[in-house]
């Protein structure tokens, strides 16, 4: 019998495929294999029970691999599985930002129920004319599951699409080739686009990648959306290009009090992958990872 603690991380319909091997306990101190979703696994002492953790999502970093090394635990991830959630939430937010949505929805609110407000709208709707994407450069950064989709639909709704990773392999990059240009280097897609995405982990290289280094060769008034990880910006010269008109928008799907309420920042919280679909193929791919491995001591990460 194994015994797995789930810490809220995980639907249901993932848990109907453990069999009767399976007991789901709430202790995590003997438990043989642990799921978890976002919550940190970091201040948690591994029991010596402890032989696998599945992430019910793509990043790890919620998750002490170190520490899992040295203790024999494997970890497993479940790439892929949500990409379709990020991917539509990716291009939704580039049409947000370039369309000033966010401010005309709030402006709107803050009229309360006033009567004159249709009135209100014609005069002020100036304030927030948008810009259409068609046409505009679009910067992928990472061109795994999520970079890959993102890129593929907005070529097809007409922007240029430049696409941005060192690892990728030659047969992917032939494919890719049919709708987005190669660059061969990030300063590339800094210098060129319009608008900027970015899908690469959180890493020693990648943190702190937007800076005003970086900043300082992209185009004025670039957008940037970031639902990676929010260690990829550095907080205080995000503050600084927002405020300069260096970056005219940036889109994080990770809640800082840093950048929060910063005039130019739209934070979405932590919605990327939060969709029933998204959260149905992590758990169901979690689960059969595990299970694969409890029983049969297989490691694969699909
Ligand atoms: C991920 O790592 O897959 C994303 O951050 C989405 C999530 O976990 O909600």
Redesign the pocket.
């Known amino acids: 019998m194994f015994k797995i603690n789930c810490m809220n991380a995980i639907a249901n319909v993932g848990l109907d495929l453990f069999t009767d091997n399976y007991e789901l306990v709430d202790n995590f101190n003997d438990t043989n294999a642990v799921i978890v979703?976002?919550s940190s696994v970091h201040d948690l002492e591994l029991p010596p029970s402890l032989v696998a953790i599945a992430r019910a999502?793509?990043?790890v970093n919620n998750i002490p691999l170190d520490k899992c090394a040295e203790s024999g635990v494997v970890v497993f991830n479940t790439p892929g599985a949500?990409a379709n959630g990020?991917k539509e939430m990716v291009i939704a937010s580039l049409i947000i930002a370039a369309r000033n949505i966010v401010g005309g929805v709030n402006w709107v609110n803050s009229c309360g129920p006033d009567p004159e407000v249709a009135k209100l709208v014609e005069k002020k709707k100036s304030k927030f004319v948008g810009k259409e994407i068609k046409g505009r450069k679009l910067g992928v950064i990472g061109l795994g599951a999520v970079g890959v989709l993102v890129a593929n639909a907005a070529n097809k709704l007409d922007m240029e699409v430049y696409g941005y990773d060192p690892f990728i392999s030659v047969d992917a990059a032939w494919n890719l080739s049919k709708y987005i240009k190669h660059s061969k280097s990030l300063d590339e897609i800094f210098r060129e686009c319009d608008f900027i995405t970015v899908h690469v982990p959180s890493t020693d290289e990648t943190k702190g990648m937007f800076n005003n280094e970086t900043f300082e060769i992209m185009k004025d008034g670039v957008v940037i959306l970031n639902f990676s990880r929010d260690t990829l910006v550095r907080d205080e010269d995000m503050i600084e290009a927002l405020g300069s008109g260096k970056v005219g928008s940036y889109v994080t799907d990770f809640p800082n009090p840093m950048v929060c309420g910063v005039e130019g920042v739209i934070t979405i919280p932590?919605l990327?992958?939060?969709t029933s679909e998204s959260e149905d193929n992590c758990a169901v791919m979690a689960v059969r990872q595990l299970m694969d491995y409890l029983e049969n001591g297989n490691i694969r990460n699909s």
């Open positions: 979703r976002s999502g793509a990043g949500n990020v932590h990327g992958a939060s």
